[in-house]
């Protein structure tokens, strides 16, 4: 391959990635948003009570979202691997637009009153079947459309987006809370950021209607698309399954505590005013965005499991006095470098956890595998970080939701201990290598 095809090859792979990951930042701002702006409509969905109790009843709801992931995951995953990642990617963002203008326009208590958070359940547990479908089919189809050696670099761009979702809520926030004051943010304020969702939904929509097909699942024969996506299939790789039930576990019960609760912990525990802590939030998120890619090719370079240990091993031992430190920390700048430094760490799953996950199965059986052990681990145990950690705060003990965490991570630290190097077995790069043969 000459230097202008080698050129044009990148810039097919580039543009590919781009709508890939253009479509995952919509998907999770328009979770994040829910997240971002629960302490303004939680009380326009519950009976009047105290703020902790509302703030409990929208996590509650928050957890419900996330049992639909596995669901989510079982039936996209499976339609992903037999009928292509692009029209799985494509159904996943159609149906996350509706969920978030069923928020939208969903009148409040006062107004309908228990069909409102009835109907915020059904709405979230659209965005739940969404989003579990988006993450096994997105990181399948960035991990199989990169080129070799450039798969943590370009794979990591998954959670760059995810993350980038997040900031681009918290911005929508920012932005809002200049110019609404809180009365009217409680009001009808909290409404706008689902409205920008819903219409950003259908914006990519049309984008991800252009993407070319994985050269991978392209080259399947008929035959083997009629057998792939079954739960028989992905039985055969028990291992596998595990390993991604294992490596999930202490990552995304991280990755939800410093990125989800951590907010509110601030707010609630600490006491920093909401505005600072939405900019403390937002520029540690920052950071964040830009770590993802470097230790993606980082992980390149001197492989995937190495990354996972520093997780594992700065995440238990740390976890505990970095939240018992922030308890005390009046000061922004203090929380910040408390919040960041959590950050750097969750980094080391946060960067590569895909195409780790990718790497372990076979393309008739790769985004259901990657998916669906996924979807049911953040179910359990991402999706009731918040709810648990605002239980033991109801209860006063929330100091043992640090340890809660700390023991999640240790327990994913001895997967990674005894799991091999997944860039050495990898079952996409196996795949390539065979067709380039059979090319020739």
């Given at each position: 391959?000459?230097?202008?095809d080698?050129?044009?090859?990148?810039?097919?792979?580039?543009?590919?990635?781009f709508?890939?990951?253009?479509?995952?930042?919509?998907?999770?701002?328009?979770?994040?948003?829910?997240?971002a702006?629960?302490?303004?409509f939680?009380?326009e969905?519950?009976?009047?009570?105290?703020?902790?109790?509302?703030?409990?009843?929208?996590?509650?709801?928050?957890?419900?979202?996330f049992?639909?992931?596995?669901?989510g995951?079982?039936?996209?995953?499976?339609?992903?691997?037999r009928y292509?990642?692009?029209?799985?990617?494509?159904?996943?963002?159609?149906?996350?637009a509706g969920?978030?203008?069923?928020?939208?326009?969903?009148?409040?208590?006062?107004?309908?009153?228990?069909?409102?958070?009835?109907?915020?359940?059904?709405?979230?547990?659209?965005?739940?079947?969404?989003l579990?479908?988006?993450?096994?089919?997105?990181?399948?189809?960035?991990s199989?459309?990169?080129?070799s050696?450039?798969?943590?670099?370009?794979?990591s761009?998954?959670?760059?987006?995810?993350?980038?979702?997040?900031?681009?809520?918290?911005?929508?926030?920012?932005?809002?809370?200049?110019m609404?004051?809180?009365?009217?943010?409680?009001a009808?304020?909290?409404?706008?950021?689902?409205?920008?969702?819903?219409?950003?939904?259908?914006a990519?929509?049309?984008?991800?209607r252009?993407?070319?097909?994985?050269?991978?699942?392209?080259?399947?024969?008929?035959?083997?698309?009629?057998?792939?996506?079954?739960?028989?299939?992905?039985?055969?790789?028990?291992?596998?399954?595990?390993?991604?039930?294992?490596?999930?576990?202490?990552?995304?019960?991280?990755?939800?505590?410093?990125?989800?609760?951590?907010?509110k912990?601030?707010v609630?525990?600490v006491?920093?005013?909401?505005?600072?802590?939405s900019?403390?939030?937002?520029?540690a998120?920052?950071?964040f965005?830009?770590?993802?890619?470097l230790?993606?090719?980082l992980?390149?370079?001197?492989?995937?499991?190495?990354?996972?240990?520093?997780?594992g091993i700065?995440?238990?031992?740390?976890?505990i006095?970095?939240?018992m430190i922030?308890?005390?920390t009046?000061?922004?700048?203090?929380?910040?470098?408390?919040m960041?430094i959590?950050?750097?760490?969750?980094?080391?799953y946060?960067?590569?956890?895909?195409?780790?996950?990718?790497?372990?199965?076979?393309?008739?059986?790769?985004?259901?595998?990657?998916?669906?052990?996924?979807?049911?681990?953040?179910?359990?145990?991402?999706?009731?970080?918040?709810?648990?950690?605002l239980?033991?705060?109801?209860?006063?003990?929330?100091?043992l939701?640090y340890?809660?965490?700390?023991?999640?991570?240790?327990?994913?630290?001895?997967?990674y201990?005894?799991?091999?190097?997944?860039?050495?077995?990898?079952?996409?790069?196996?795949?390539?290598e065979?067709q380039?043969?059979?090319k020739?």
């Amino acid at each position: 391959m000459n230097q202008s095809d080698e050129r044009a090859m990148t810039r097919k792979i580039t543009a590919n990635i781009f709508k890939g990951s253009v479509g995952n930042l919509i998907e999770w701002y328009d979770w994040y948003v829910y997240a971002a702006f629960a302490v303004y409509f939680s009380a326009e969905f519950f009976p009047k009570g105290n703020a902790t109790s509302q703030l409990l009843n929208t996590a509650a709801i928050f957890a419900v979202g996330f049992l639909m992931r596995p669901i989510g995951s079982l039936v996209l995953g499976r339609y992903a691997d037999r009928y292509g990642r692009r029209a799985a990617l494509t159904l996943s963002i159609s149906i996350m637009a509706g969920g978030s203008l069923i928020i939208a326009f969903t009148p409040s208590y006062s107004t309908i009153g228990i069909m409102a958070p009835i109907i915020l359940v059904l709405a979230r547990l659209l965005q739940g079947l969404s989003l579990g479908g988006e993450y096994g089919t997105s990181a399948t189809y960035l991990s199989e459309m990169a080129s070799s050696g450039k798969r943590g670099f370009y794979s990591s761009f998954q959670y760059v987006t995810l993350i980038a979702g997040q900031l681009i809520a918290l911005g929508v926030q920012i932005i809002l809370q200049q110019m609404l004051d809180e009365p009217e943010m409680k009001a009808w304020g909290w409404r706008i950021p689902f409205v920008i969702g819903a219409f950003g939904a259908l914006a990519v929509l049309w984008l991800r209607r252009t993407m070319d097909e994985s050269e991978q699942f392209s080259k399947m024969d008929s035959e083997s698309r009629k057998k792939a996506g079954t739960i028989r299939a992905l039985m055969k790789h028990p291992k596998a399954v595990m390993t991604v039930v294992g490596l999930t576990l202490g990552g995304t019960v991280a990755f939800y505590t410093y990125t989800t609760y951590l907010q509110k912990f601030m707010v609630n525990t600490v006491g920093i005013n909401k505005e600072v802590v939405s900019w403390i939030n937002f520029i540690a998120l920052l950071v964040f965005v830009i770590l993802q890619p470097l230790a993606g090719s980082l992980s390149d370079r001197i492989g995937r499991r190495p990354l996972l240990l520093c997780f594992g091993i700065f995440g238990t031992l740390l976890t505990i006095p970095l939240f018992m430190i922030m308890e005390h920390t009046q000061n922004p700048i203090g929380a910040f470098v408390l919040m960041l430094i959590g950050l750097i760490i969750v980094t080391g799953y946060t960067s590569i956890n895909a195409i780790v996950k990718a790497e372990l199965f076979p393309t008739e059986i790769r985004a259901l595998g990657v998916g669906f052990p996924y979807g049911l681990t953040v179910a359990i145990f991402g999706g009731t970080a918040e709810f648990i950690a605002l239980w033991f705060k109801s209860i006063g003990t929330e100091s043992l939701y640090y340890y809660y965490v700390a023991a999640c991570i240790l327990v994913s630290l001895i997967v990674y201990w005894r799991m091999g190097e997944s860039s050495k077995v990898s079952y996409i790069e196996n795949e390539h290598e065979a067709q380039k043969t059979n090319k020739l």
